[in-house]
């Protein structure tokens, strides 16, 4: 249902933008999430969109620093990321109410 | 912010016994809960949604029960390629993670 994409390695301080496509349900009829794992440790929520785009809540952590957005036109979502940080290294899944996918791998390395 | 927690962090059991797995959330979900399976350097994979009703292609030997804050993953008798981790999650309001239960021999 999802396919990821735009992770990589990345410098302390720099951006990435990962990419979302979604497929096999209404898109527009839900809102839409990241979700995150960072090595050897559980699942974490890290944001989430409302349907229109209109409503965008984000972990304490990477507040002022992430934004997601959704085009539903492309039934696409994304996250960019900015001014990262050692600690958000880690695989990046999108969801809906359940996540479908492989996941892409953010290291944030010097 | 609506708490999973997950018992026990780890279960030892032998293939062909029954494994159970407990989540209890810190405020009524509904039925609301999925439940997945997580093996070594892999993507987590759906086995339940809806606290009962079993993804595709998921054998049956996988059940969910419960409904309001306690859920309960089932698994009737253990194969080899069950010993994984197992995490349940409820998206009754945004999308909460239990830590997780390892399952090992």
């Known amino acids: ?110 | 912010e609506i708490v999973m927690t997950q018992s026990p962090a780890t279960l030892s059991v032998s293939p062909g016994e029954r494994a159970t797995l407990s989540c209890r959330a810190s405020q009524s979900v509904s039925t609301h809960v999925a439940w997945y399976q997580q093996r070594r350097g892999q993507a987590p994979r759906l086995l339940i949604y809806g606290a009962s009703t079993r993804a595709t292609g998921i054998p049956a030997r996988f059940s969910g029960s419960g409904s309001g804050t306690e859920f309960t993953l089932t698994i009737s008798s253990l194969q080899s390629e069950d010993f994984a981790i197992y995490y349940c999650q409820q998206y009754l309001n945004r999308l909460t993670f239990g830590g997780g239960s390892r399952v090992e021999i």
């Open chain 1, 1 to 110: 249902q999802f396919v990821e994409s735009g992770g990589g390695l990345v410098q302390p301080g720099g951006s990435l933008r990962l990419s979302c496509a979604a497929s096999g349900f209404t898109f527009t009829g839900y809102w839409m999430s990241w979700v995150r794992q960072a090595p050897g440790k559980g699942l974490e929520w890290v944001a989430n969109v409302k349907e229109d785009g209109s409503e965008k809540f984000y972990v304490d952590s990477v507040k002022g620093r992430f934004t997601i957005s959704r085009d539903n036109a492309k039934n696409s979502l994304y996250l960019q990321m900015n001014s990262l940080r050692v600690e958000d290294t880690a695989v990046y899944y999108c969801a809906s109410t359940i996540l479908g996918g492989q996941g892409t791998l953010v290291t944030v390395s010097s």
